[in-house]
């Protein structure tokens, strides 16, 4: 068929663009002759996440309240490199996965949509299918990555991490906690991608452009809520491991500076991140609070608890 002939062209093509870089390639995404998904990751990358996936089923994780989930699979990327700008390759937007290289918000985004995927009933049906597995898993992850759960283009990505808290909120897949655990009013407007453009090539276009500020005007019309850092360690038996912490920023415009998950050990609460001081997901050595405070650029945290998705019949939010 033509399309196949393009479609394998086009990737022969791909394939010696990343041979030069040193890179390597991603698979094409074609159906096979019965119209059935095919892969379409990296070896690399399935291999993690067929890993990582398989662990979570046999030891029982996807029936665990999902914030202890996803404390406990969030450890096993423990040393896992960090590496920023992983959602921007050239060309288009599209869904990027990648579970072998993480910044601190797709390290978020990919514990969760793992957790998500081994709770659904099918997950050891779909791990026998990888085309289906991938595909499934593609679904999940744009559900949390943009606006209307698929990609529409650059301004459909959740790119302020406070909107995508409230997104997903809105789905019943997070319930925000800050509020009731002593947050304050933000009123500080956000509009940091708007006046930095030539910090994201992508706002060279005009139209796009125009299009981060109108979502730029809709966030600043609801209200935003932060846990000051003054009050952390007084509210720090209202977060659970697994619940999500974005740190808040200093910067004039931005609504959050970094992410990850909170993570009792020890009798202290610290943070399950991917920071780019120390290069790879850890666990902070300091506690939460201690963390921030030391930050200059960090000031309060945002906190969420994810929730089981209504589409899993696996255990209800509980304790952890």
């Given amino acids: 068929m033509v399309w196949r002939l393009v479609a394998l062209v086009a990737f022969a093509g791909a394939v010696w663009y990343f041979a030069a870089e040193g890179r390597e390639a991603p698979m094409p995404?074609?159906?096979d002759a019965a119209g059935e998904p095919t892969p379409s990751w990296a070896d690399a990358d399935w291999d993690v996440f067929g890993t990582k996936a398989r662990l979570a089923l046999d030891q029982g994780w996807?029936?665990?309240?999902?914030?202890?989930?996803?404390?406990?699979?969030?450890?096993?990327?423990?040393g896992t490199a960090y590496v920023p700008k992983t959602l921007d390759p050239d060309g288009p937007e599209r869904l990027v996965v990648n579970f072998r290289e993480l910044d601190c918000v797709t390290?978020?985004?990919?514990v969760v949509s793992l957790i998500r995927f081994v709770?659904?009933?099918?997950?050891e049906a779909l791990l026998a299918d990888r085309g289906a597995a991938e595909d499934t898993y593609e679904e999940l992850l744009a559900g949390l990555r943009y606006r209307h759960g698929a990609?529409?283009?650059?301004?459909?990505?959740?790119?302020?991490?406070?909107?995508?808290?409230?997104?997903?909120?809105?789905?019943?897949?997070?319930?925000?906690?800050?509020?009731?655990?002593?947050?304050?009013q933000d009123a500080e407007p956000i509009d940091f991608m708007s006046t930095h453009p030539d910090a994201y090539r992508q706002l060279a276009d005009s139209t796009v452009l125009a299009g981060i500020k109108d979502m730029e005007r809709?966030?600043?019309?609801?209200?935003?809520?932060v846990l000051p850092e003054s009050e952390i360690a007084a509210a720090a038996q209202g977060i659970r491991s697994g619940d999500i912490i974005a740190a808040t920023s200093t910067v004039e415009?931005?609504?959050?500076?970094h992410t990850g998950f909170a993570l009792w050990q020890d009798g202290t609460l610290r943070l399950l991140h991917a920071p780019l001081v120390g290069e790879e997901v850890q666990v902070s050595e300091r506690s939460l609070a201690e963390r921030i405070v030391a930050i200059e650029g960090q000031d309060g945290i945002m906190v969420a608890r994810p929730l089981p998705d209504i589409s899993s019949p696996a255990a209800s939010d509980g304790a952890s």
């Fill in 253 to 257: 415009g931005l609504d959050v500076a």
């Fill in 62 to 78: 996807d029936t665990l309240p999902p914030p202890a989930a996803m404390a406990r699979l969030g450890q096993t990327f423990v």
């Fill in 119 to 123: 709770r659904l009933p099918e997950a």
């Fill in 151 to 184: 990609v529409d283009g650059y301004v459909s990505r959740l790119h302020y991490f406070s909107e995508w808290l409230a997104v997903n909120a809105e789905r019943g897949l997070v319930r925000p906690l800050t509020r009731e655990l002593g947050g304050v």
């Fill in 29 to 31: 995404v074609v159906e």
């Fill in 107 to 110: 390290f978020v985004e990919t």
């Fill in 218 to 225: 809709r966030l600043n019309q609801g209200p935003r809520w």
